[in-house]
């Protein structure tokens, strides 16, 4: 089952918000003129409420500058940030690990040494392949994940998408909306459900790390004796 969120401390979320804000105002030229805008439209208007009516609009001018000032904020923060992830290898996957929601990812579950790769998504929508990188290799890593997944998936549905400019690709900047306009095809019991089988495809035995214990060792002798065989 999804893990809760746990709650972040007060200081912690301004100090988020301050980086927003810093990453924002460095990449979007127009960010501090449409912020400043935001905020002092409000604060002129609640200078001329409170001279005719009173001190009780003080405070609502101030909500309604701190509010526009977020909606600023959160606009301009996105587009900077998808301008700033175009071509960025690995990009799709981490969108989708901060979209709101239940979305299991596995970035990279296949790739080349080319930065191709083809990232799993687990949601709501069924199952969700997102494939960055050369149009023509892209393709064979997603009919390879394809095939691997079709022997435990049944009949959750299988969405498959490249990210990149071109024809029947999807633009990084539009991958979020995208994926939110999806119908809901799987309940929350269902998502876990296959959660667990594809976990149990992708898992692989390992070796235990550190020395051989000396109960599993091989008798003195036994390599010679096999080689002699």
């Known amino acids: 089952m999804a893990k809760p969120q746990e709650k972040v401390p007060f200081r912690t979320r ?23 805008a935001a905020v002092l439209l409000p604060l002129a208007l ?7 009516w009173g001190w009780l609009w003080l405070p609502i001018g101030i ?40 979305w299991r990812v596995t970035p990279a579950v296949s790739s080349t040494t080319q930065m191709d790769m083809v ?31 079709a022997k435990v998936i049944g009949t959750a549905p299988l969405h498959d998408y490249v990210i ?3 024809e029947n690709e999807i633009p990084i900047r539009k991958l979020r909306m995208t994926l939110m306009r999806l119908p809901r095809n799987l309940s929350g019991k ?15 035995p390992q070796m235990p790390k550190g020395a051989i214990p000396k109960n599993m060792r091989p008798p003195k002798g036994a390599f010679r004796q096999s080689r002699g065989r």
Do not use: C, Y
């Open 119 to 149: 990232h799993l998504v687990i949601g709501r929508p069924g199952i969700i392949l997102l494939a960055e990188g050369n149009p023509q290799r892209i393709r064979g890593l997603l009919g390879q994940e394809k095939r691997r997944l």
């Open 190 to 204: 269902e998502v876990n459900a296959l959660d667990k089988r594809l976990k149990a495809l992708s898992a692989r």
């Open 63 to 102: 909500l309604l500058a701190l509010l526009g000032l977020l909606i600023v904020l959160n606009l301009r923060s996105n587009a900077a940030m998808m301008n700033a992830a175009e071509g960025q290898p690995g990009a799709a996957a981490t969108i989708m690990e901060n979209m709101r929601g239940d």
């Open 14 to 36: 301004l100090k988020q918000i301050g980086m927003v804000f810093s990453f924002t105002a460095k990449r979007d030229r127009w960010f501090i003129p449409l912020a400043a």
């Open 164 to 166: 990149g400019q071109g």
């Open 46 to 52: 609640t200078v001329v409420a409170v001279v005719f």
